[in-house]
């Protein structure tokens, strides 16, 4: 767990992480709507989607777990309006993030 942390960056990097994760959905479907027309086989091969999005979906469960310890240690140095809104912020992209439709949350058939 970081000591000392820079929530407005850990904020940006999580709303980063969130936008890369729906810009490589918007891909995979696209890859997938063109593989079943059988167009565009040449995207089957060497593609790192998968592999990107689940490195950057671990980013941002680090983060949120990062962000979310820092605030339990240090909730008594934190003003309550800081808290209130850096848990706010959360909530907000965490609710982003289950409603994206990931690959792994289908194969498991939730």
């Known amino acids: 767990m970081k000591t000392d942390i820079?929530?407005?960056?850990d904020l940006l990097?999580?709303?980063?992480?969130i936008e890369q994760m729906r810009a490589l959905l918007a891909w995979a479907d696209l890859k997938k709507s063109?593989?079943?027309k059988n167009q565009a086989a040449f995207l089957r091969f060497g593609d790192p989607t998968q592999t990107d999005l689940s490195n950057t979906y671990s980013h941002y469960l680090?983060?949120?777990?990062?962000l979310r310890d820092w605030l339990k240690v240090h909730s008594q140095?934190?003003?309550k309006n800081d808290h209130r809104y850096i848990l706010r912020e959360l909530a907000q992209m965490e609710g982003q993030v289950l409603a994206m439709t990931l690959p792994w949350q289908q194969a498991r058939g939730n």
Do not use: C, H, K, P
Not at 13 to 17: E, G, I, Q, S, W
Not at 62 to 66: L, M, N, Q
């Open 6 to 9: 820079d929530v407005q960056t």
């Open 13 to 17: 990097d999580l709303r980063a992480d």
């Open 34 to 36: 063109e593989s079943a």
């Open 62 to 66: 680090a983060t949120v777990g990062s």
């Open 77 to 79: 140095r934190v003003q």
